[in-house]
């Protein structure tokens, strides 16, 4: 039997085909190689920071860099989200989110040799507007499909983003591989370019989100003032109230725990393989490009898996995934390896992902959605925080980023553990 879509749930989704492109592109493909290779350089970098030089290699200074955009955004996030349930302005914070990430996008055309400041500067903005509008993104799904419908939803979400960022990546490859099909002159103008599609693209395919998608009503009538200052009161009030749901608090644990995981592979996979493998380009953004296309049939085939067997195990099993992605990775030493490591994740990440948002999203008070994915997204961000920190820091001490990846295993068999405990509602 066909699955029929309204025009809010195709809208949604479209939002992460959008999006996701800023994550293929920019901070997974084509920006890390570039960063490394021309921006940095692949030796030791300095940058001058407020009353001090920072020293560092370019592959663990593009790894604090991460670990900065995310405590920014782990910070900001819960009070974004409880000033928007407060107004009910969701659209309005997921559009000044958008338009900062979009930005900062576009401005990546100016990054070139020596301006590592300027580079890691746009870079850390982008994940701000990125993950800033993936608090409201997340939290309008409550509003636009009922909670049997969610896993469906949350993982068309994710496999339309794997098949749009992926799309998208492709026709950046081949600008870069072959310039003189677009006009394009021989160099980094190629490179350059795409990151100026990125923010086209964003731009572009969020439209129908903001003119289709419920906002979702308002906890409170009353001006952006008032909002902002009922938003910071409510605050601490969410706080108590998550932790006295127990199973959502748990939950919180553990995929913070497990997804630390995940982030980590996304934003250093590249730097790895370069590292490590000493991989050229056109081998880390093809590789890269499989993961997009695989994710798409395999977030459809997770988002099938979790109907079948709940979403709990289905989570359990992906994290059992990881880990023998992650042993896997810690042992590969040719190029064909890291093209099945690129396959294996492709399979596990868009549906581990989207199973945790939707399965989070039915342990939630629904009236308070925004508020709550506001400390789901703290979850995620200081996931992307700790797990890219001890990548950089392990790299530094030890001198080898293959010491970096085996260190993460802890990370999910920690947050498997921790999931052990959470109840399912779904078979309570």
Known sequence: MKIKYTPAEKAWCLYDWANSAFVTTIVAAVLP???VGVVAGSGTVSVQLPGFLF???SQSLWGYAMSLAALLVALGAPVFGAVADAGGKRKLFLGIMTTVGV???ALLFFSGP??????LAMVILGQIGFAGANVF???LLVYVTPPARRDLISTRGFAVGYLGGGLLLALNLLMIKQPGLFGIPQGTMAVKLSFLTVALWWALFSIPLFKKVPEGPASSYSDFKHSFRTGIQSLATTFRSIRQHQQAFRFLISFLLYNDGIQTIIMMATVFGKAELGLESSHLIGALLLTQFIGFP???LYGKLATKLGSKKALLAGIAGYLAVIVYAWKMT???QFWVLAAAVGLLQGGIQAISRSFYSVLIPQEHASEYFGFFSISSRFASILGPLMFAVIGDITGSTRNSIISISVFFIAGGIVLLTVKDPEHA
């Open 103 to 105: 930005i900062a996008s």
């Open 114 to 119: 020596g301006l590592v400041g300027f580079t």
């Open 55 to 57: 020293t560092s290699n």
């Open 298 to 300: 395999g977030s459809i």
């Open 137 to 139: 993104y997340n939290s």
């Open 334 to 336: 040719e190029t064909w």
């Open 33 to 35: 190689v570039f960063f």
